[in-house]
Each structure stands twice: as C-alpha cells, then as structure tokens.
C-alpha cells in the first residue's frame, strides 16, 4: 500500500492529508495555536473534588475545568505530585538527579480521589482528550511521552513489549536490550516500529526522550499553575513518528520552513528515508493537484455516494452516530441476497475509511441492508474487521444483530472533523441572481489595462474554472490572445476552483497578489 502525506500551510493554519493507494483517509489540520491537544502536559491545580464520582475537576486554563478520574491518576501519583512539588520549589542549578529521586508508595485501584488530592495540590497532568462540545479537557496522570520506537513512562520502572511483535524471540531480544540502556525510575514500553532495530537507534530514541523529561523537569522549576509545560509535537511530526514504514513513499509540503523541518526530522528518524520529501511550489493549490479538495467535497456531508450507486446517510448526535447503507441502482446479480452482500461489503469499505477520515468517536450504529444467511452476516462482519486493522484509535465492532445493525465503539480524543461541502453563493447573497456577465470581462480588462499602464510586469490572472475555460477558448481567437496583441503583453490565467464564480484576482511576477 502506498502512503503520502500531502502538507498545505495557509495562512489559517497546516492542514495534513493522508493518502493510502491515492484515497483521502485522513484529514487532520493544525491551528497556529493549537492548546490543549492530546498529549500536552500542564501543571493544574485541583480546584474540586466530587466524592461521587470519585473524580476532581483542575484548573489547567481552559474556559471550563478538566475532568481527572481516580481511574485516570496512575498508581504513582503519589510519587508524580511528590516530584511536582520538588521540582517548582527546586533551588539547584542543574536541577535534582531524577534517576535517585524516591518513589513513593503505589495507590490502590479502589482508593478514593478525597484520600490522594484532600489538600487539592498543584499536579503534572498529561491531556487524554480535548474539549469536545461543551466538556472540558479530559485528564491523566499517567505520563508519557512517545518516541519512534518506544515510549517512556516515568516513574514505573518496568519494561513492557508490544504484543503486535509476535515473534518471541525478537520480543526477548527487545526486552534484554531495554533493560540494559534504561536509566533508573523510567519505564519503557517498545512500540511495534522498533522490530528488528539496533541498540543505537533504540538508544538514540531513547536518550531523546529522557532530555524531553529533563526539559519537564526544568519548566516546572518556578512554574505557577495553571500552565502549559510542554506541548506534544506538532501534528506533522507526531503523524511522521506513528505512520512512517516502507510503504510510506512520499511527503509533499508547499512550505519552505515546514519542508526543512520535516526533512530534518526524517533524516533523523529515519535517514534512508529522506529522498521521499518534497517541496511544492508548482503554482496551481496543492490540495487541488493532489485531487485532495474534490475528494473531500465528495467525502464529507450527509449522504455519502459509492460508484456502485449504493449510498450511505450519516447522521449525528449528542449521544453516538448512526449510518444507513442503501442499496443502488447497478444489480451485480437478479439475486437479492447476493445483491445486499456485495453492496454491504463496498459500504463496510467506505464507512471505515469515513470513520478515520471524519474521526467519528463514542458509539456507531450501522444499519446495513437486510441479510437472511448468517454466513452473509459474518463476512460483512469479517470484512468490517479487516477494513478497520488500519484505523490507529481504538475500537470495538459487534457482530450483526438479528435486527441488522452493527455496534461499534471507536476511542474519541478530540472533536469530529465537520465541513460544510454545501457552498453558499458569495455574488448573489442568496438571492439567486448575479450581475451580467459581460461585464465581468468588462471589469477585468478594465483593471488590466490599469495595471499595464502602471508598468506592472509578469501578470498572472487566477479565476474560477468556468471563466477559465471562456478566457482562453479558440487558439488564437481566445481573451487571451486578443490581449496579447492589444497589449503586446502575455497574461497567464490559471484557474482555482477555491474561486466562485465570478471572482478574480492580478497576481504579479512574484505570484503576490495585487490589491486594486
């Protein structure tokens, strides 16, 4: 399977698209100043406790308080607000060695929120989930911090290897290798990526992130709660460090600084790999190039459409999702049974890719066309597991109930992916009409001419795909050329559907645009 990343910076922000055989399945985007995403860590303090829900609320500066449940706070949370403290109040240069820090005793599984945070002290939260809707944050004290190859969890002292390695003895080798180069008072859990990696790329990774714990350490020393201590890695890199294997072919990026960045990064990583990224400055939007703008107008909104005719509508609540496949219009077969088989089984395929793409959470209901033979039932079942082995959160599916619907559970971290794919039209404001359209061209030979006679050079005019397509219809007969030999000027048009439809834009040699 190939793998691209596709990265668009805009001015609102980095949008990140992944690709797997050139099918959109992933669309994430990164604010300028994206807080309280997953992973960040925050020095809270503990403003409420709630005895009934044996949880507290915390103040990590966010306009509603964060959510921590006894559940959430790690055995050693003991030991991690005995090491908050120390480290704010911590008076030497270097900072205190943590590798001879002492631990404190565990909690137990059963204890209550009123025995552990009773003097509601400040604490080393780490964000599980991020506010969705009208909740807060949600809490853990479990820290940790993830790497290419494994992930480090202060404070827990074991090593621990993914279960996806299913060779024994590779899982043996990792273990002894681990526990040779791990410091003191850190736990290690090896990721599936680091099968059949050497001492020295386990060890860099691993050195890595104990400095990140040291930089911990140091930015808590004086810090006053609520504050930010350390942001997760930006979205780029943390989808590079989760995704990137051999299948991953390339990276393209229409950002310089982004570019390096990432090019930095995978030379660290991953240096073999480093061929694969590329910068982007071909002119036309990247998204657009890439087919990425029309898949996701056609990917997103209520109803979904599949080549086959077979449709899917999507609807959402506050409580879970609920999908309704609906047969189409091309019979494969005149048999009915096999005709539901078929269309549930290309339907299964497209509501998995939907879930990674939209990043639905929380409970799914799928209603799939009516099936008689059990048999049909397990496929459809069989298929949807298959499909879903890709998808990186957690999740559950159920088989077919007797009433024909599906039950699936997928981990939600952070609000769904919405957008409107229905366009309001920016020229007639609703009411259904537009200005002539010969006076469009009028206008823009109007402001062509000013800029002309304002010696500006290199002129490129970006319109929607429809006036493209009237500007530069007939060779030699086109607006285009008829400008030509007016102006003894060539003007570049070029189309972007990110237009409507009866707007354009001067652009200068430099590609930056002309205010008029």
């Known amino acids: 399977m190939n793998k691209e990343l596709i990265i668009n910076a805009a001015p609102t922000g980095v949008e990140i698209a992944l690709l797997e055989d050139k099918k959109l399945v992933e669309l994430h985007h990164e604010s300028g100043n994206p807080n309280f995403a997953v992973g960040d860590l925050y020095l809270g303090k503990v403003k409420k406790l709630i005895p009934g829900l044996n949880a507290a609320f915390v103040d990590v500066g ?15 949370i003991r030991s991690i607000l005995k090491f908050t403290a120390t480290a704010i109040s911590d008076k030497t240069p270097e900072g205190f060695d943590f590798t001879k820090f002492k631990n404190e005793p565990e909690i137990v599984k059963t204890g209550k929120i009123t025995d552990v945070l009773g003097g509601k002290p400040n604490i080393l939260v780490q964000i599980l989930k991020e506010p969705i809707s009208s909740k807060g944050p949600r809490l853990s004290c479990e820290i940790s911090l993830p790497g ?25 080798r990792l273990q002894k290798i681990v526990e040779a180069i791990k410091p003191p008072n850190f736990g290690v859990i090896v990721r599936t990526a680091a099968e ?13 992130l104990v400095q990140t714990w040291k930089n911990i350490q140091s930015n808590l020393n004086g810090a006053q709660a609520p504050q930010k201590i350390l942001s997760e890695q930006t979205k780029t890199t943390s989808i590079l460090r989760d995704l990137l294997n051999e299948s991953f072919n390339r990276i393209v990026i229409n950002d310089k600084n982004i570019y390096t960045d990432t090019k930095t990064y995978i030379q660290k990583i991953a240096p073999e790999k480093q061929d694969i990224v590329n910068y982007y400055n071909n002119g036309s939007p990247i998204f657009d190039n890439f087919g990425i703008t029309r898949q996701v107008k056609a990917s997103f909104g209520k109803t979904v459409n599949l080549d086959s005719g077979v449709y899917l509508i999507i ?31 290309e339907a299964a395929a497209e509501i998995a890719r939907q879930l990674r793409l939209r990043d639905l959470g929380g409970i799914i209901i799928i209603d799939f066309i009516d099936m008689k033979l059990p048999e049909n039932k397990k496929t459809v079942f069989e298929a949807m597991e298959k499909f879903m082995a890709q998808d990186r959160a957690k999740h ?8 024909g619907l599906m039950q699936i559970t997928r ?16 020229t007639c404001r609703g009411t259904g009409k537009i200005g002539a359209s010969m006076l469009i061209l009028e206008d823009i030979e109007k402001n062509l001419q000013y800029l002309l006679n304002h010696q500006h050079k290199g002129l490129t005019i970006r ?17 285009q050329w008829k400008w030509y030999f007016q102006y003894k000027k060539w003007i570049k048009l070029k189309a972007d ?20």
């Not at 009866?502 to 645009?513: C, G, L, S």
């Open 148 to 172: 290419r190859f494994i992930v480090l969890t202060p404070f827990n002292d074991i090593v621990a290897v993914s279960k996806k390695i299913h060779s024994s003895e590779e899982r043996k």
């Open 497 to 516: 559907s990110n237009y409507h439809l009866t707007e354009y834009r001067f652009f200068d040699a430099n590609d930056e645009e002309i205010k008029l």
């Open 463 to 479: 319109v929607h795909p429809i006036l493209h397509a009237y500007l530069t219809k007939g060779f030699l007969t086109s607006k």
């Open 411 to 426: 981990q939600r971290v952070k609000p769904e992916i919405t957008i409107s794919v229905a366009e309001d039209c920016p």
């Open 62 to 76: 966010f306009e509603k308080d964060a959510f921590l449940h006894y559940t959430d706070l790690s055995p050693y």
């Open 396 to 403: 559950t599916i159920l088989p077919i109930s007797k009433f």
């Open 196 to 208: 059949g990696k050497k001492t020295a790329e386990l060890h860099e990774d691993l050195t890595t």
């Open 315 to 345: 609807e959402a609540t506050e409580a879970l999702h609920v999908i309704d496949v609906n047969s189409g219009y091309k019979s494969s077969s005149n048999n009915q049974e096999q005709n539901a088989l078929a269309s549930n089984l």
